[in-house]
């Protein structure tokens, strides 16, 4: 167990992190009865948001491929799972996302605004962001792309290694060793659901509603309740 707990502190810290970056803010918002923010503590705001929504991204990835050793190598886990390379899949995972975040940050930082901004959302959110630029659409379609690609490879990753677990679990001839394997997995499948399913819900939501509020509102879903069950579910 000693591989998956390392993971669970840093996806414990990475999920009280991510809503450290958008909540004390709102709440102060609250209190003063001020919804002003500086275009630096934006920019900063949606740097940190990335990045630890990132680093999520790629800890639900490695703990794919920890189940995935764990159910379908098990003899060879220690000797897999090691120490070193927990350490390595841990600092790669930092070092990406806190890269991706910088360079999405720095390719928002050239985007010119046309007046004062008025975002619908309680937090500097990505995509109201580049909706309200008015410079060059090459460019907002570049920091489109890039940010799909990073959703998509780390999911590509997930679907990989639980389609490798599967075919493992039917290879096992008593039912009751299927549901000792399976279970093993239920705690982690429940966070990815949560995690893309609300983020996915969200898009989408933003994308059909009439109000802009409507997004806010579906937001409060992946940027508060998500990393709130995380805990509650393992």
């Not at 966070?191 to 806010?216: I, K, N």
């Amino acid at each position: 167990h000693q591989p998956m707990f390392h993971l669970l502190r840093n996806l414990s810290f990475s999920d009280v992190c991510f809503v450290s970056s958008t909540i004390p803010k709102m709440l102060v918002n609250i209190q003063t009865q001020s919804q002003v923010i500086t275009y630096k503590g934006c920019i900063t705001q949606m740097y940190f948001f990335l990045l630890f929504g990132a680093l999520d991204d790629f800890l639900l990835t490695v703990m794919a491929y920890d189940r995935f050793v764990a159910i379908c190598h098990p003899l060879h886990y220690i000797v897999i799972m090691n120490p070193r390379l927990c350490g390595l899949l841990l600092l790669v995972s930092w070092i990406t996302s806190n890269l991706n975040s910088l360079l999405q940050s720095l390719m928002v930082l050239q985007l010119s605004f046309c007046t004062v901004l008025k975002i619908p959302h309680f937090f500097c959110e990505f995509s109201q962001i580049l909706q309200l630029a008015c410079s060059d659409t090459l460019l907002n379609l570049v920091i489109y792309l890039s940010a799909v690609l990073l959703a998509c490879v780390p999911f590509a990753g997930i679907i990989y290694s639980y389609s490798k677990i599967v075919s493992c679990i039917r290879g096992i001839p008593s039912a009751q060793g299927k549901f000792k394997a399976f279970s093993t997995c239920v705690s982690h499948l429940s966070v990815v659901f949560l995690f893309y399913c609300t983020g996915v819900g969200v898009t989408l939501s933003s994308a059909a509603a009439h109000s802009p509020h409507a997004g806010a509102l579906a937001s409060v879903m992946y940027t508060v309740v998500t990393p709130m069950l995380n805990p509650v579910i393992y």
